[in-house]
């Protein structure tokens, strides 16, 4: 009884609606066209790479060229890839992105909002054009793109939308205010586009995954708050799987991993008992960090012997 109480009345999509879009959509992608924003690397590539492999069309976006065409490249033989270079920050690009999708490809099937920017460090240290940048990128970009992709998965008879979010968007995280406050502000988003949407084929949801082994920490370790690291690390594979599998099931939102999940809800729900925990994970957190810095060190001084 209690969990049924506690589940919200779209944690899980009507079966009718679930039966209907899996009629169309099961995991073989074969003629279905997926796009992909932050395509080119970490989380993005990966998600390409599974989507690829099921049989999908791409099209992949992010701004840099080199990468996205190096990624195109290896998928081409999978199927066909599009690249569009592009700021998804620009809202203009954004419009042109469907017009393109159109052009290349019948109907538009799922759309993945993956691209994120965080600029990291206490609210009065980070560049106010930074703190507006966070918003933009994470969750104005997803917002306009959802909204321009509906009429393209209502002509496809159904699809999915899947946001990338964080942990960050489940609990308040300190030193990551404008980041925290986008990815809140993007799974309240999905779960109420979710509800507009329902009975109409059109599935939103919204992934939460804890700290990921890609660049987006990796690259600038040292900027990265203690505490990230006191929880396991996902890889982007284990993140793209799970975009995947939102694609297809009745799931509104999973979190990554599980264990995380669950301890920024408590934290959420129980702010004091938030607090009481944090001193311990911040050690935690930096043992952590500690040991990954030292190993990719030793990976560094590998490559250049
Ligand atoms: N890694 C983590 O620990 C972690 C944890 C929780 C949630 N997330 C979320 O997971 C998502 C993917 O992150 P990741 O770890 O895969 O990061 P990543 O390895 O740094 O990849 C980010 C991708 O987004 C693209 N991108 C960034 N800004 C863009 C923009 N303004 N317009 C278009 N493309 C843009 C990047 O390419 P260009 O730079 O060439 O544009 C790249 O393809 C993000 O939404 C992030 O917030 C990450």
Same mark, same amino acid.
């Given at each position: 009884m209690a969990s049924t109480l506690f589940r919200h009345p779209t944690s899980r999509l009507p079966e009718t609606d679930l039966a209907a879009r899996l009629g169309r959509m099961d995991s073989d992608f074969r003629g279905k066209t997926v796009i992909i924003t932050g395509g080119s690397q970490g989380v993005g590539a990966a998600a390409a790479r599974k989507f690829a492999a099921a049989g999908a069309n791409l099209l992949l976006v992010a701004r840099g060229k080199a990468n996205l065409e190096r990624i195109a490249e290896e998928l081409r033989p999978n199927g066909s890839v599009r690249i569009v270079a592009m700021d998804v920050a620009d809202h203009s690009a954004c419009v042109d992105l469907f017009k393109v999708a159109q052009q290349e490809f019948d109907n538009i099937h799922v759309l993945v909002n993956n691209a994120g920017h965080h600029e990291r460090g206490l609210v009065e240290n980070v560049d106010p054009v930074e703190l507006g940048r966070m918003?933009?990128?994470?969750l104005r970009a997803p917002l306009i793109l959802c909204r321009l992709a509906i009429p393209h998965l209502r002509k496809a008879g159904g699809g999915a939308i899947i946001n990338v979010a964080s942990l960050a968007g489940r609990t308040p995280v300190a030193g990551a205010a404008s980041y925290s406050a986008s990815k809140f502000g993007l799974r309240a988003f999905t779960f109420a586009l979710g509800e507009e949407l329902a009975g109409s084929g059109i599935k939103l949801a919204a992934v939460s995954p804890g700290p990921i082994d890609t660049g987006f920490i990796m690259s600038n370790i040292d900027?990265?708050?203690? $505490? &990230?690291?006191? +929880?396991?690390?996902?890889?982007a594979d284990e993140v793209? +799987?799970? $975009?995947?599998?939102?694609?297809?099931?009745? %799931?509104?939102?999973?979190s990554l991993p599980p264990v995380s999940g669950f301890l920024t809800t408590m934290s959420y729900?129980? /702010?004091?008992?938030?607090?009481?925990?944090? /001193?311990?994970?911040?050690? %935690?957190g930096r043992k &952590? %960090? +500690?040991? $990954? %810095?030292? +190993?990719l060190r030793a990976q560094a001084k590998d490559r250049t012997a």
């Open positions: 918003i933009d990128v994470n900027a990265v708050a203690d $505490i &990230t690291f006191s +929880q396991p690390l996902s890889t793209a +799987q799970a $975009i995947m599998d939102l694609a297809l099931n009745d %799931k509104r939102e999973r729900l129980f /702010p004091r008992l938030g607090h009481l925990l944090r /001193p311990a994970l911040v050690r %935690k &952590t %960090k +500690q040991r $990954i %810095k030292a +190993q």
